[in-house]
């Protein structure tokens, strides 16, 4: 039986963490039987640790450092984190949102056999970079995308959000995001521009939808929430007296049946989202499942999922990523979508007006991610790939231990003896 050794923040309640614990559960699921898979919690960032682990997972977790080298060494995360640990190592990353990534992170991808990832938009960010810095990538990547558990994600809803009976709006849009760093529309979400775009289309508009944002910073916490409301509050002064469109703030973890109920609530009619670039996009992938119409750029990790011609797309340029939501990942000289926000406005008037239109062409995206993007889809994927892990194993040089012949036991009690040969004596 093969050690294993997968090392993730499968217990925060991150993107990560998500992206983890799914691959932990394609794993256990197809290869119990032959592998011994152990697990290591690792943080994100300031994320809690409050996603709840079943019993047999917490029998597996270890502790670092490790005491035995494993046969497989699988890590998820940043690729500026990636050791080769284990006789065969797998790196499971979702890059940087940036078009071009770190030129040391070619080096981290070299250093693993295989390295795993969500879209395809991630694999060729490393592509650029390796092709702008003249470094070969070396190592085999491949793309498994997340996926919706269709067991939870489908539109026959027996519950509702108590809370959004208080809303009075009987139509509202809905984005989902982070508020990461960054100034007003420069935030990698673009939930500052998504506001300031949706205060501006419909000020001092007689019977305004509604945008119920779903977001909160690293935390869940009280302060946490206080902040998301100040920047909210800091953009709607920016329009002085002007009469504006109410936003409703959901702040805290909701679990995936509840944000299935949110998704599905009947007066939310549409998801937007403006974001700047994704490794994936889940919520927008989430949301495809009930048939409602998605306003979203056909950029970056999304567009794996999302078919142009069945979604309202957004226009805009790439631009360079702002000094103010730049760090080590998100670097000089890369780029990212700005949209349109001019167009961005009108379709949201559009898709309001001439809704029944949006929504067939929904019910079409809800069709493909039924077919191609459900847990059941995506454990296909998971099978190839995990045989290709164990043929690399196979045709690796193999530790070959050495027999030695059993040697005489010599009598502790007898003193062994030495016969010397007879010398000629020479004479001087």
Known sequence: MRTVVISSPLATQSGYGHHAREII??????????????????????????YPLSIDWQKRLIPLPLQYQPDIWVQITVPNELQAIGKFNVGVTAGTEGDICPEA???????????????????????????????????????????????????????????????????????VGHWLQGQVGEDRKNISGLLHCF????KNQKDAPALILKSSG???????????ENKITQIQDMFGNAKLPNVYLLHGDLADEEMNMLYNHPKVKAMISFTKAEGFGRPLLEFSTTGKPIIAPHYSGQADFLKKEFICPLSGVLTDI?????????????????????????????????????????????????????????????????????????????????NLPKLKKIDSETKPTITLPNLKKIEA
């Open 199 to 202: 205060f501006n289309t419909y």
């Open 218 to 228: 690293a935390t869940y916490s009280v302060m946490d929430r206080m902040e998301i």
């Open 105 to 175: 992170w070619i080096d981290n991808l070299n250093a693993m056999q295989l390295v795993i990832v969500p879209s395809e938009f991630t694999k060729q960010v490393f592509v650029n970079t390796s092709q702008k810095h003249n470094k070969p990538i070396t190592t085999r990547i491949e793309v498994i995308p997340e996926y919706f558990d269709e067991t939870i994600y489908t539109n026959n809803v027996q519950l509702q959000l108590e809370i959004l009976e208080q809303i009075p709006e009987t139509f509202a849009f809905l984005s």
């Open 322 to 402: 702002h000094g103010s939501a730049r760090n080590e990942f998100l670097i000089k000289g890369a780029k990212w979508f700005t949209v349109d926000y001019g167009y961005a406005g009108k379709m949201m008037k559009e898709v309001q007006k001439n809704y029944k239109k949006w929504k067939e062409l929904a019910k079409r995206q809800r069709y493909y991610v039924n077919l191609t993007f459900t847990k059941t889809a995506v454990t296909a994927v998971y099978k190839k790939v995990l045989n290709i892990i164990d043929n690399s194993i196979q045709s690796s040089p193999q530790h070959v231990t050495l």
């Open 25 to 50: 559960a394609n794993f256990i699921e197809q290869r119990n039987s032959d592998w011994d898979i152990k697990l290591v919690s690792m943080p994100w960032g300031h994320t809690p640790f409050t």
